[in-house]
């Protein structure tokens, strides 16, 4: 029997939008203020206005890279 996994688990989801702003990748919530900000150098983290019962989840693609996936021919 395969195990099921839940990825909700109760937990609310929100979907983060990214940019990049000089050396830091910042992730934002459109559904809440939350913020996370990463370091893509040192790995230092800032995280604002986290609530414990909202997981959140993103992904930056530099806009070069985005373009060569949206263009493939």
Not at 54 to 61: A, D, K, L
Request: hydrophobic residues 20%; negative net charge; contains cysteine.
């Amino acid at each position: 029997m395969e195990p099921k996994y839940s990825h909700s688990n109760g937990f609310e989801h929100h979907q983060c939008e990214s940019y990049r702003d000089g050396d830091w990748i910042i992730y934002t919530c459109s559904q809440c203020n939350y913020e996370l900000k990463e370091h893509w150098e040192t790995g230092e983290i800032s995280v604002t206005n986290a609530h414990p019962h909202i997981r959140h989840s993103g992904s930056y693609f530099p806009p070069s890279y985005k373009m060569a996936l949206e263009n493939r021919n």
